[in-house]
């Protein structure tokens, strides 16, 4: 089937009934639409006696039509069923009836680390760590029974409530008969794809190892190491193993990296080799993450000792070697973060600048006028933003300007352009300087000249809590959310007809006075997320708004939208905050 047709016939009108019965009489409720790739849809199911809810895989018979896909989509079952590992995306059940097949999935609510990437680029090599060892450890489980994933890449890397990965997606997925059996499948993601597949040599499970090596890449690079605008030059790129890992990153991660990346996979380490490596042992390797780090870097700083509350030190952010009082080292550890604060303010010039030019692509286009097709192809939940400000209250005149987050985290930006945040746990603070210096306390013990400060974020807190309702769902405090660094407010003004507010990871709200629907903007996915009367929340990507249309309601706002972030790119960093102005 070609790519267009697939395309098409991705849109058909093919439907899923509101409730799915499998041959037990186990009775699944339709939920939450998650998203589709390929030939499946997915939607969050809830086990109508348990109230368990899972991810449902959907693929329609009609795109099941030639005998290669009707046997490719039962290897995969039957190869994920007879999985169980704790880094696997656990297979609860199949069944089909005349129009689909409904593969039942652990749901992971976080997405994937390729969402992770869209919004942070390159991570810190703690939390490469930590994620690629649980990868390592999944495929040792896989490789020990014999499976060849084929398809590891950040899109199937997927991440529970707990910030633990899952392996998912066994589409491409293959066993190994015999030992020393090559398979000549020429099939894998271009960026991952290993050199003996593109030249049809046979491979095996050094294919995986490969991909890994590629993984680690990106996350610590912020982009694959073959990636190129041409997937000629890509795959050219590939055969020749050309590529560049750049000096910042650390020497046990570079060998590593080189060592996966050989051209030749019978000088690939084994998955048992690769747990005993360095990189593994030489660094910082986090229990767990906060769920912050899916659009802010954690902090690995000496954490405070408080009453009842003791922390060991943690590592410095990089490759977590062991601190020194060396004074160069502390010196260029200081030049390190100047640099990062002005890459910061770089950042957000740079996020408003593709955001406007991303609106502006949509508002040409007049999506408005369009006739929305009714499949809701423009909708991507993946793309919906880890944070938004819902409450806020304006006493500027005196103080700043409070506002609380949807996990509960609550903020203050004075009018001093200082910031002080208290986290969802009631009780680590974070106090930023005019400058962007960070400093961690705790709501107990912080120092004397933040007395004022701390007051005002108890009374702005308290008066959130007790006068104003919530937008959006919350989040559940995790015990790793105390490593949490949170996106803060970094700007904001008000309008006759709104509330605009910028916080540090380039999210953009609009909170709209007359009908109190607001529009969420995040550059780095391309998307906005719209809030409507009934507090329905549905998120968009902004290409595909532009191509399939949307409302009237939303292309208006999106046009405001445009004026709005024009506005903050004026002002820039300039200005803390607005005044009352025309809209």
């Known amino acids: 089937m070609s790519s267009a047709a697939r395309k098409d016939d991705g849109r058909s009108k093919d439907v899923v009934p509101e409730i799915l019965v499998d041959p037990s009489g186990k009775r699944y409720m339709k939920g939450r639409f998650l998203g589709k790739g390929g030939f499946a849809k997915c939607y969050e199911l809830t086990d109508l006696d348990s109230k368990e809810v899972f991810a449902g895989k959907i693929v329609s018979k009609s795109l099941l039509v030639k005998q290669h896909q009707?046997?490719?989509?039962?290897q995969e079952i039957a190869i994920h069923r007879e999985l169980n590992h704790r880094h696997v995306v656990q297979f609860r059940s199949f069944f089909e009836d005349s129009d689909n097949v409904y593969i039942v999935l652990e749901l992971c609510r976080r997405r994937s680390l390729m969402e992770l990437h869209k919004r942070r680029k390159a991570i810190t090599e703690p939390e490469a760590r930590y994620f690629v060892k649980q990868v390592v450890t999944a495929c040792q489980y896989l490789h020990h029974n014999k499976v060849i994933h084929r398809d590891l890449k950040l899109g199937n890397l997927f991440i529970n409530d707990e910030m633990e990965i899952k392996i998912g997606d066994f589409g491409l997925a293959t066993k190994v008969g015999y030992d020393g059996e090559r398979k000549r499948t020429l099939c894998g993601t271009p960026n991952y794809i290993a050199p003996e597949v593109l030249c049809k040599k046979g491979h095996s499970f050094e294919v995986d190892i490969w991909s890994l090596g590629c993984i680690l890449y990106t996350l610590l690079v912020g982009k694959p190491p073959f990636e190129t605008s041409c997937l000629r030059d890509t795959y050219m790129k590939i055969k020749k193993n050309e590529y560049n890992i750049p000096s910042r990153v650390s020497l046990p991660a570079r060998n590593l990296i080189a060592k996966m990346l050989k051209a030749d996979p019978?000088?690939?380490?084994?998955?048992?080799?690769?747990?005993?490596?360095?990189?593994?042992?030489?660094?910082?390797?986090?229990?767990n993450l906060p769920t912050s780090c899916l659009t802010m870097a954690p902090?690995?700083?000496?954490?405070?000792?408080?009453?009842?509350?003791?922390?060991?030190?943690?590592?410095?952010?990089?490759?977590?070697?062991?601190?020194?009082?060396?004074p160069t080292k502390r010196e260029m550890e200081k030049k390190e973060s100047e640099r990062a604060q002005m890459k910061g303010s770089e950042s957000q010039d740079n996020w408003l600048t593709d955001l406007c030019g991303q609106l502006s692509a949509v508002v040409a286009a007049k999506p408005g006028e369009k006739i929305c097709i009714q499949d809701d192809d423009a909708i991507d939940p993946a793309c919906v933003p880890i944070y938004w400000v819902s409450k806020w209250v304006d006493y500027s005149d005196k103080y700043g300007l409070g506002y609380q987050l949807c996990d509960n985290s609550v903020g203050v930006l004075f009018n001093d352009s200082t910031r002080l945040i208290l986290l969802a746990n009631g009780e680590n603070t974070q106090y930023i300087e005019r400058d962007g210096t960070e400093h961690?306390?705790?709501?107990?013990?912080f120092p004397e000249n933040l007395t004022k400060k701390v007051t005002l974020l108890k009374y702005f807190r308290n008066y959130m809590n007790e006068h104003l309702l919530k937008a959006g769902a919350n989040m559940t405090p995790r015990e790793s959310d105390q490593i949490a660094r949170l996106p803060f407010l970094?700007?904001?003004?008000?309008?006759?007809?709104?509330?605009?507010?910028?916080?540090?990871?380039?999210t953009v709200q609009i909170n709209f006075f007359s009908d109190h629907t607001k529009i969420i903007?995040?550059?780095?996915?391309?998307?906005?997320?719209?809030?409507?009367?009934?507090?329905?929340?549905?998120t968009y990507r902004l290409n595909l708004i532009e191509k399939f249309g949307c409302s009237k309601e939303l292309s208006g706002r999106l046009r405001y939208a445009r004026s709005m972030v024009e506005r903050l790119l004026t002002t820039k960093s300039g200005s803390v905050r607005g005044r009352s102005a025309a809209s």
């Not at 019978?266 to 229990?287: A, C, H, W």
């Not at 700083?301 to 009082?325: C, F, V, W």
């Open 521 to 538: 903007l995040c550059p780095l996915m391309a998307a906005v997320t719209y809030i409507d009367e009934k507090r329905d929340t549905t």
């Open 440 to 445: 961690y306390h705790t709501l107990r013990a």
């Open 70 to 74: 009707k046997d490719k989509m039962a």
């Open 490 to 506: 970094r700007t904001w003004f008000r309008t006759r007809s709104a509330m605009v507010l910028q916080l540090s990871n380039g």
């Open 266 to 287: 019978t000088d690939r380490p084994s998955i048992d080799q690769i747990m005993e490596e360095e990189f593994f042992s030489s660094g910082y390797l986090p229990s």
């Open 299 to 326: 902090r690995f700083d000496t954490l405070y000792k408080s009453e009842g509350l003791h922390r060991k030190p943690l590592l410095e952010i990089n490759d977590m070697r062991p601190q020194t009082a060396d």
